[in-house]
């Protein structure tokens, strides 16, 4: 990054709307309640059968129904060897009982709708006896629609209700499902995909002639002491919160679109004029998909790594430059986190009205940010594309492989990823680079007067205006105080290890400040209590 671009960073630091941060919701669609009937699934090609390791788990109940999305075992981990570089792939007999989806997926020829199947493995790891098997419906809160239908429990109809503006659908458990039983859910489920939404960030949306799919499909939320998360988002806030799981996707779409989806492809052919290409991913906390007719793809790898860019034919020059940055992105947070453990990662062009988004092996990043004549103020919208593009390649540690509840600890990943793309700048630019990035942590907090609001609170406890200040302003500057008191090996090392501890689980602000106070053996506590609150 040139001198002039740090001068310009500055500038554009004020109107950086970091991805991740929030949505927009629409009004909820009409109520659709799902019938319970006879199943049908879309054909699938086969899966490699190689003999399966065996879970380090038990069923806990008798007779499971087979796989009939995807012909291939519950327990057969040996699919998700390709998308893990070797280092990685001890966690395939790790993370007993993670949920399995089976999806298979047909787009329309037009991209403005889809219809699916989905089956899931569920396994309840908690302490308690659940009644029920809850599945977010994101669609319904994104601008479209989805509704779900056929839902089978165990090979039986299913008893279902719908809440929370039809974004959340109750599968009745016929009894309850003690701590290790386990229930196969099969479900048909259709989508309105909507050209936009003039209040939205477009997430869910076909626009541009770019499709991009975020929780296209029914989405298995955290169960944990306060029970079924299935609260309704704010708008200016991520929507999920879910375990880490294992996905194998068969998608359907026409001949000629350019695909780019979490994990790896399995497998791919043409007929006529469709294409099934069967894509393998896990552990990961949700399947995306993104495509177009018009996309220019680039290739570069870092480590074990293969970094793939699609960019709008008409962008294709800046291709270059957003490989370069996601290189450089990877290579600083790989020696300063650890090592990313997949084999396969994509930056894909955005119609969203947001900046960039993050998901799993995947970020989606707005088109016009390519676009060197997209009027941005005083501001190139290259610079923008950089601390953007950091931010969210971040995110694939913070939130990917380290989970938290985006919903009410937002902190946990946000601030971590601010300060970050901060450290992409010392390590990509040097202290002037990182400096000129910094300095808009206090600008955002200045927009509230400096308040000490605590940044560890849910994101309905700020209005859109003070959840940028607190979490992505006064967040990063708290992560900037604690390095301080911790000192800057003890801080190295923490990070380090916090990855290393969390990697595939959730983590949460007391574990965050357990960890820190055990690596620097100091009382942080009072530190804790000035920024994040009790």
Same mark, same amino acid.
């Given at each position: 990054?040139?001198?002039?671009?740090?001068?310009?960073? +500055?500038?554009?630091?004020?109107?950086?709307? /970091?991805? @991740?941060?929030?949505?927009?919701?629409?009004?909820?669609?009409?109520?659709?309640?799902?019938?319970?009937?006879?199943?049908?699934?879309?054909?699938?090609?086969?899966?490699?059968?190689?003999?399966?390791?065996?879970? %380090?788990?038990?069923? =806990?109940?008798?007779?499971?129904?087979? %796989?009939?999305?995807?012909?291939?075992?519950?327990?057969?981990?040996?699919?998700?060897?390709?998308?893990?570089?070797?280092?990685?792939?001890?966690?395939? *007999?790790?993370?007993?009982?993670?949920?399995?989806?089976?999806?298979?997926?047909?787009?329309?020829?037009? /991209?403005?709708?889809?219809?699916?199947?989905?089956?899931?493995?569920?396994?309840?790891?908690? !302490?308690?006896?659940?009644?029920?098997?809850?599945?977010?419906?994101?669609?319904?809160?994104?601008?479209?629609?989805? !509704?779900? *239908?056929?839902?089978?429990?165990? =090979?039986?109809?299913?008893? !279902?209700?719908?809440?929370?503006?039809?974004?959340?659908?109750?599968?009745?458990?016929?009894?309850?499902?003690?701590?290790?039983?386990?229930?196969?859910?099969?479900?048909?489920?259709?989508?309105?995909?909507?050209?936009?939404?003039?209040?939205?960030?477009?997430?869910?949306?076909?626009?541009?002639?770019?499709?991009?799919?975020?929780?296209?499909?029914?989405?298995?939320?955290?169960?944990?002491?306060?029970?079924?998360?299935?609260?309704?988002?704010?708008?200016?806030?991520?929507? !999920?919160?879910?375990?880490?799981?294992?996905? /194998?996707? $068969?998608?359907?779409?026409?001949?000629?679109?350019?695909?780019?989806?979490?994990?790896?492809?399995?497998?791919?052919?043409?007929?006529?004029?469709?294409?099934?290409?069967?894509?393998?991913?896990?552990?990961?906390?949700?399947?995306?998909?993104?495509?177009?007719?018009?996309?220019?793809?680039?290739?570069?790898?870092?480590?074990?790594?293969?970094? *793939?860019?699609?960019?709008?034919?008409?962008?294709?020059?800046?291709?270059?430059?957003?490989?370069? +940055?996601?290189?450089?992105?990877?290579?600083?947070?790989?020696?300063?986190?650890?090592?990313?453990?997949?084999?396969?990662?994509?930056?894909?062009?955005?119609?969203? $009205?947001?900046?960039?988004?993050?998901?799993?092996?995947?970020?989606?990043?707005?088109?016009?940010?390519?676009?060197?004549?997209?009027?941005?103020?005083?501001?190139?919208?290259?610079?923008?594309?950089?601390?953007?593009?950091?931010?969210?390649?971040?995110?694939?540690?913070?939130?990917?492989?380290?989970?938290?509840?985006?919903?009410?600890?937002?902190?946990?990943?946000?601030?971590?990823?601010?300060?970050?793309?901060?450290?992409?700048?010392?390590?990509?630019?040097?202290?002037?680079?990182?400096?000129?990035?910094?300095?808009?942590?206090?600008?955002?907090?200045?927009?509230?007067?400096?308040?000490?609001?605590?940044? @560890? $609170?849910?994101?309905?406890?700020?209005?859109?205006?003070?959840?940028?200040?607190?979490?992505?302003?006064?967040?990063?500057?708290?992560?900037?105080?604690?390095?301080?008191?911790?000192?800057?090996?003890?801080?190295?090392?923490?990070?380090?290890?916090?990855?290393?501890?969390?990697?595939?689980?959730?983590?949460?602000?007391?574990?965050?400040?357990?960890?820190?106070? @055990?690596?620097?053996?100091?009382?942080?506590?009072?530190?804790?209590?000035?920024?994040? =609150?009790?």
């Amino acid at each position: 990054m040139s001198k002039r671009n740090f001068i310009f960073y +500055i500038l554009a630091a004020a109107c950086l709307i /970091l991805a @991740g941060c929030g949505r927009t919701r629409p009004a909820p669609s009409p109520a659709v309640t799902p019938a319970a009937g006879r199943d049908t699934t879309i054909p699938s090609p086969a899966l490699p059968t190689a003999a399966a390791p065996s879970t %380090p788990f038990s069923t =806990g109940t008798a007779r499971l129904p087979q %796989p009939q999305v995807i012909q291939t075992a519950w327990d057969n981990r040996t699919v998700f060897q390709p998308g893990l570089i070797p280092a990685a792939r001890g966690v395939l *007999s790790a993370l007993p009982g993670a949920s399995v989806y089976h999806i298979a997926v047909a787009i329309a020829p037009n /991209l403005a709708s889809l219809s699916g199947q989905e089956e899931v493995l569920y396994t309840n790891r908690e !302490t308690t006896a659940l009644n029920s098997v809850h599945f977010r419906l994101f669609p319904n809160l994104l601008g479209g629609e989805m !509704t779900v *239908s056929n839902v089978m429990l165990n =090979g039986q109809a299913g008893r !279902t209700s719908l809440s929370a503006a039809n974004s959340d659908l109750a599968v009745a458990l016929p009894a309850p499902l003690a701590p290790g039983g386990q229930a196969v859910v099969r479900m048909s489920f259709a989508d309105r995909v909507p050209p936009g939404h003039p209040e939205g960030y477009n997430t869910f949306v076909v626009a541009d002639g770019i499709l991009a799919l975020a929780q296209y499909y029914p989405l298995i939320p955290v169960y944990d002491e306060k029970g079924w998360h299935t609260e309704i988002p704010p708008d200016y806030g991520d929507v !999920t919160y879910t375990d880490a799981s294992f996905y /194998l996707v $068969q998608i359907s779409c026409p001949a000629d679109l350019v695909v780019a989806a979490s994990g790896s492809v399995v497998k791919q052919a043409k007929e006529g004029d469709r294409q099934v290409i069967l894509t393998e991913a896990g552990p990961v906390r949700d399947d995306y998909i993104s495509a177009s007719r018009d996309a220019s793809v680039s290739s570069a790898e870092v480590g074990q790594t293969q970094i *793939s860019t699609y960019v709008p034919g008409r962008l294709a020059a800046a291709a270059p430059d957003t490989l370069r +940055i996601a290189e450089a992105s990877f290579a600083s947070f790989n020696r300063r986190f650890g090592v990313y453990p997949y084999t396969r990662f994509n930056v894909t062009a955005s119609p969203t $009205q947001a900046l960039g988004i993050e998901y799993p092996q995947e970020v989606a990043i707005a088109e016009q940010l390519y676009d060197p004549a997209q009027p941005s103020g005083s501001t190139p919208a290259r610079v923008i594309l950089e601390a953007t593009l950091a931010h969210e390649i971040s995110h694939q540690w913070w939130y990917g492989l380290v989970g938290d509840d985006q919903v009410n600890q937002p902190w946990l990943d946000e601030a971590m990823a601010q300060y970050s793309t901060y450290i992409y700048y010392l390590d990509n630019g040097g202290t002037a680079a990182a400096q000129s990035y910094r300095s808009d942590w206090q600008r955002r907090w200045d927009l509230v007067n400096d308040q000490p609001i605590p940044i @560890g $609170q849910p994101v309905a406890a700020y209005d859109a205006a003070s959840y940028s200040a607190i979490v992505y302003g006064r967040g990063p500057l708290f992560i900037a105080a604690l390095a301080e008191r911790m000192g800057e090996a003890s801080f190295d090392r923490f990070l380090r290890d916090y990855f290393q501890k969390y990697e595939w689980g959730i983590s949460t602000t007391a574990g965050y400040e357990a960890l820190a106070a @055990g690596d620097c053996g100091c009382d942080l506590k009072p530190l804790f209590q000035e920024w994040v =609150g009790p």
